[in-house]
């Protein structure tokens, strides 16, 4: 049985409520990684979720961040809700959960914008944790996938004019380094394995028709152990729905294995 697993950053889920359960009844994926909640933990919708078929958890904040695991192929049995390596780390961008003898990562890796500055050392230290607990859940052997919003751009191919983000945190060396870094541990980037030489997006700003003009970046990522790199069907983006009235600024990225 294939399963299809995807990410989203919906960018407030409260406010994209409506959006959203259109996009779970459409596509009807079984697993759903969702970030940004903006919501504190007692705000969150899980009637609507339920009603919409799914079980769920997730660790909201008030305002900013957020994270959430939806599935519809077995109760998520909450592992972690923070990643290891700092106790005082007050941020709700991690959620690690089993299902259905998959381990599901979700997380919302900070922007690090203005840089340099404390937001982006918070930004690499993050990455650093990241990287830890990424290589003891490879060393585990179990299958494994870590999805969400990295907030990095890994090469010029994954953005539409690179000359215009070399100031941003989401491209600089350091992160694009740290990136590689996570991937030759072992990780395959699902969908460049896909689609290697594609110019694919995620991301299209608010500003200056961004979505018309298909000027996007590639930021939200679906990293796949090895057990499941072998059983990799399909991968893609819904850039549709980034088209829809009052959507998100990303768009859904979706996996099959």
């Not at 990410?7 to 406010?15: D, K, L, M, P, Q």
């Not at 259109?22 to 705000?43: G, H, M």
């Not at 191919?157 to 989401?170: I, T």
């Amino acid at each position: 049985m294939a399963i299809k697993l995807a990410t989203y950053n919906v960018n407030g889920i409260n406010a994209r409520l409506t959006l959203l359960l259109r996009w779970l009844a459409e596509e009807q994926p079984d697993i759903v990684c969702l970030q940004e909640l903006k919501a504190p933990q007692e705000k969150f919708p899980e009637k609507a979720i339920i009603e919409s078929g799914y079980d769920v958890i997730w660790h909201g904040q008030k305002s900013w961040n957020g994270v959430a695991i939806l599935s519809r192929v077995g109760k998520p049995l909450e592992i972690r809700r923070a990643l290891p390596g700092d106790p005082d780390d007050s941020h709700s961008r991690y959620l690690e959960a089993a299902i259905n003898g998959i381990i599901v990562g979700c997380l919302y890796l900070p922007n690090g914008n203005p840089q340099p500055g404390p937001k982006f050392d918070y930004k690499l230290q993050w990455f650093e944790r990241l990287k830890l607990h990424a290589a003891g859940l490879l060393a585990s052997g179990a299958p494994v996938v870590l999805a969400g919003d990295y907030n990095v751009i890994p090469t010029d191919l994954d953005v539409y004019k690179p000359e215009r983000w070399l100031d941003d945190a989401l491209f600089q060396p350091e992160v694009k380094k740290a990136y590689q870094e996570l991937l030759e541990q072992g990780w395959t980037d699902a969908l460049r394995k896909m689609h290697p030489t594609e110019k694919i997006y995620t991301f299209w700003d608010y500003f200056r028709n961004a979505y018309a003009r298909d000027a996007g970046i590639r930021i939200d990522h679906i990293l796949l152990s090895p057990q499941l790199d072998k059983k990799l069907i399909a991968c893609g983006v819904g850039k549709n729905v980034r088209g829809w009235g009052k959507s998100s600024d990303h768009a859904p990225v979706w996996a099959e294995f």
